[in-house]
Nanobody, 126 residues
Framework: QVQLEESGGGLVQAGGSLRLSCIASGRTFRSYAMDWFRQAPGKEREFVASTTWRLGNSYSANYADSVKGRFTASRDVVKNAVYLQMNSLKPEDTAVYYC????????????????WGQGTQVTVSS
């Protein structure tokens, strides 16, 4: 059974940092796109960051404009994981954060992923 499990969320003051983890199990996700989304109360789920496998066992990362320069996504092939380092957090970053995985890169704007995690809550106080 394939599962994605997020962790690392919590309550932090504005300007602080958190590191989210998403551990995959049930199969290897080495070549999968593993991306991050978030959903704030009353809003639609939105794209945060993507990590896409490249030949040579490297990954490229892309970010939503709202998090560029503050968030960094990374992968660990051995641990079958994707991480999201979040720095300089703002109250508007408050949301449930989800990781998602797909065998192929997903077009920006689409949320047609094969696998989703259950989410982890991030709350940033002002």
């Amino acid at each position: 059974q394939v599962q994605l499990e997020e962790s690392g969320g919590g309550l932090v003051q504005a300007g602080g940092s958190l590191r989210l983890s998403c551990i995959a199990s049930g199969r290897t996700f080495r070549s999968y796109a593993m991306d991050w989304f978030r959903q704030a109360p009353g809003k639609e789920r939105e794209f945060v960051a993507s990590t896409t496998w490249r030949l040579g066992n490297s990954y490229s990362a892309n970010y939503a404009d709202s998090v560029k320069g503050r968030f960094t996504a990374s992968r660990d092939v051995v641990k079958n994981a994707v991480y999201l380092q979040m720095n300089s957090l703002k109250p508007e970053d408050t949301a449930v954060y989800y990781c998602a995985a797909n065998p192929e890169p997903v077009r920006l704007g689409s949320q047609a992923y094969t696998y989703w995690g259950q989410g982890t809550q991030v709350t940033v106080s002002s």
